[in-house]
C-alpha cells in the first residue's frame, strides 16, 4: 500500500483474564514513530463472558469446534466496543485508518500448530466500515513459531532511550516478559499471571479478583505446596516459550484443601517465583522490570516482586507508558507493521526460524 506512514491505528484486544474489551487509538509507521491518542475498557456482557470460560476449560472443543454462533457473538461484542469507544470519542471511520482486531484466545498450543482467537475480521469489517487486521498468531505458530508473546518489538519501539538491560514484565492472565539489551531482543511466557488466582477468588469468595492483593497479603503462604507447583518442566525449559491460561491449573489444585486466605497468599507466591526464575535463564541479570498489565496494581505482587529480583520493579507508567493501554496499543502498532509486510516476530521472540510477518487483511 502506498503512502502509508503515519497511520491511526485502533488495536483492540481482550487478554486471557477476560475482564474486558481493550481499546487503543495509536499514530504510528509500524517502526518508531509512536503516538498514543488515548484508549478505554469495555466488559464483556456477563453471558458471553460465562461462555467464554465454559470453552476455554473445555480444551478439546475449543481445539476443533467451528463454533460459529460464539464467534459472532464475540465480534458483536467487539464491535459494539469499538462503536461505543467512537462515539464517545466523536470519531467516524474517515478517523481510523485500521483496526487490527487480537480477538479472544481460546486455544493456544504451538506444539500442535493451533492457535486459535475468536473474533471474524471480514464481519468486524464490514460493520465498522474500517479495515481489519486480525489473526495475528496464525503465520508464527505455522512457521514453528510460539505464536506468543508478540508485544516484545512494540515494547522495543517504545523503550529506546530507557537503560538496558531492561525487562518489561506484562501480568495478565499469563506472564510474560520482553527482555531488551541494545539489538537483543528476547521474550517469554514466565508462568501464570492472574489466571489462578482469578478463578480461585471466583470459587471463594465470588470475587473476580483480588483487588491490591489484600487477600493475599491476610493469608499464609504454604511452602510445601508452593515447592510442589515449582517442580514444572516448563521453568527451566530454554527461552522463547509459551502457555495456554489454564497450563497450570491442575498442578495448581494442590491448593485446593488450604484455607482460601492461605489458598490466595499461595498461588500469588507461585506466580512471583515462577516470573523470578526466568531470571536464570536471561543474558543479564536485568537493572530494572516495568510491569503492565492488570497485576500492577495487585500490591502482593509488586512488593514480591521486589523482594525477589533485588532490583527496582515499577509500574511502566514511571516511564511515561499507560499499563491500562499497552497491549491494545500494540495490536494497532502490529496491524501497521503487517501492511507494510515487516516482521510481528523474530527468532529471540517466538522460536521462529526467521522474522516473520502475520496478520489477515479484511478490507471495509
Known sequence: MPDMKPLRALGVISGTSMDAIDLALLETDGETHVRSLGGAAYPYPPALRAKLQAIIEDSERAAIDPLSALEAEVTEAFGDAIARFMNERGLNPSGIDLVGCHGQTIFHRPALKITRQLCDGAALAKRLGINVVNRFRH????????????????????????????????????????????????????????ALIDDAMLELFGEPYDKDGAVAARGRVHRAELAAMMQNPFFAAPLPKSLDRNDFHARASITATLDPEDRIATLTAFTIAATARVVELLPQKPLRWLVTGGGRHNSAFMRGFATLLGVPVEPVEAVGWNGDLLEAECFAYLAVRSRLGLPLSVPGTTGVPQPTTGGEFWAA
Open 139 to 194: 503465520a508464527d505458530v505455522a512457521a514453528g513459531g510460539q505464536g506468543a508473546p508478540l508485544v516484545p518489538l512494540y515494547h522495543a519501539a517504545l523503550a529506546g532511550d530507557l537503560a538496558h538491560p531492561l525487562v518489561v514484565l506484562n501480568l495478565g492472565g499469563v506472564a510474560n516478559i520482553t527482555y531488551l539489551d541494545g539489538e537483543t531482543i528476547l521474550a517469554c511466557d514466565t508462568g501464570p499471571a492472574s
